[in-house]
């Protein structure tokens, strides 16, 4: 038997990929062509000006080590562009590049959590967070996100704070959130900082999806009194369309910072150099942002009327990120699948992928399916209406 890490054993992996595995299988053997509403990535070409300023500099050379917290310029230029959009005087020793959001969630939990300590989660949530804090020993506790067919998915203060205990060391927050797609009501986030305040906790803020917004106001943390126990997360990922480029930053005060770029000079040494040159280009790329957010905001328009139309399932219209999260109760109980086994056999049945609600990673989830709608009409179209052909023939 091999000696692995008693940490390494409290992961249980990216359980995302076991579906594409059944879909390739699928294709193979029946023949089918699938359609894949398990994708969590813009599918447009990350701007040209960014490209091309990546590619200028690895022409010039710029291909060595920057310094751990990445290039001073490029936390410059993140430290101006949020003061502006967010009314504050953030520094550039308040920001850190990391590789990638999850690298920069990664650190978080790092500089913070013990063995023992309790981490605040939403169930559903992105499925990395409880992973980590298993890996590193702590415990997640999670707090119910409601939904309701008029309001969509909320989550109840009252519910955060009688989760918190003398073990509470970190809330994790998403907004706009994975994968439900709600961008959450503005108070949600107020009242988060305000209660992690007051109770000494870490607010641990995901905002990667900050501009895919559709309706409503978005409310960031930064808007907020967040210096004192704020560690803010977001990237260039999905903005920009740049998730294989892996570049993330991470905002909070200066000697969090000097803690973060401690650790990331013994895990990466540093973010990729010449990437993050191509990263200064983003900054003029908005015109390109708010045409990709246009064409999301139609895909999923089109993913809600085709949804609606398929019987016993009730969906609500995402406000935000780019996955809608149907409730398949109904038919979860007519069939006596859970939704993994319904995920299967829509692979099967109509070689189209979405996620089971459970990988996010409780309970609450368990009675939904998550599609992504990043990705063409017509294969949305098409998507949906395989989905619902299985689905009729499902019930009999
Ligand atoms: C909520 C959330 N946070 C972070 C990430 C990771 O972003 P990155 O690709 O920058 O590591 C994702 C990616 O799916 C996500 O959904």
């Known amino acids: 038997m091999e000696n692995y890490s008693r940490s390494l054993s409290r992961l249980t ?3 995302t990929l076991l579906y594409q595995e059944i879909a390739r299988n699928v294709e193979r053997t029946k023949g089918i062509k699938t359609i894949n509403f398990g994708i969590g990535q813009p599918d447009l070409p990350t701007p040209k000006r960014i490209r091309e300023e990546a590619k200028s ?8 080590y920057t310094p751990a917290l990445g290039l001073d310029e490029l936390r410059s230029r993140v430290a101006e562009f949020l003061s502006q959009r967010y009314g504050d005087n953030i520094v550039k020793d308040e920001v850190a590049i990391t590789p990638g959001a999850k690298t920069a969630l990664f650190l978080a939990f790092l500089t913070y959590v013990n063995p023992g300590d309790e981490v605040i989660l939403f169930d559903p949530s992105f499925y990395s967070y409880a992973e980590v804090v298993n890996l590193l020993g702590g415990k997640p506790v999670y707090v119910p996100i409601r939904f309701d067919s008029d309001r969509g998915f909320y989550v109840d203060v009252n519910d955060v704070v009688s989760r918190i205990s003398s073990k509470t060391k970190m809330i994790v927050y998403n907004n ?10 503005p108070k949600l986030s107020e009242e988060l900082v305000k209660i992690s305040r ?4 870490i607010l641990l803020s995901d905002e990667i999806y900050d501009y895919f917004v559709y309706e409503g106001r978005f409310k960031s943390v930064l808007e907020e009194e967040w210096r004192n126990n704020v560690i803010y997360v977001n990237g260039f990922s999905k903005t920009f369309s740049m998730t294989g480029w892996r570049l993330g930053y991470i905002v909070a005060r200066k000697e969090v910072i000097g803690k973060i770029g401690i650790l990331a000079s013994n895990i990466y040494t540093c973010p990729t150099s010449f990437a993050q040159k191509g990263a200064l280009a983003s900054f003029d790329a908005f015109d390109e942002v708010k045409e990709m957010i246009d064409l999301f905001r139609r895909r999923r328009d089109v993913m809600f009327s085709e949804l609606s ?9 995402s406000s935000g990120a780019f996955y809608m999260f149907p409730d398949f109760s109904s038919i979860l109980r007519n069939t006596g699948l859970d939704s993994k086994g319904l995920a299967i056999k829509l692979i099967e049945d109509s070689g189209v992928i979405t996620i089971p609600g459970e990988v996010f990673p409780e309970r609450v989830g368990t009675n939904f399916l998550r599609l992504s709608f990043a990705l063409g009409e017509e294969k949305i179209k098409e998507g949906v209406e395989r989905m619902k052909i299985a689905l009729e023939k499902l019930a009999g």
């Open 13 to 15: 992996g990216e359980s």
């Open 57 to 64: 500099a690895l022409d010039k050379g710029f291909t060595a």
């Open 176 to 185: 706009p959130h994975n994968p439900t797609g709600m961008n959450f009501d």
């Open 198 to 201: 007051e109770r000494n906790i």
């Open 309 to 317: 139309k398929v019987k016993d399932i009730k969906v609500y219209k």
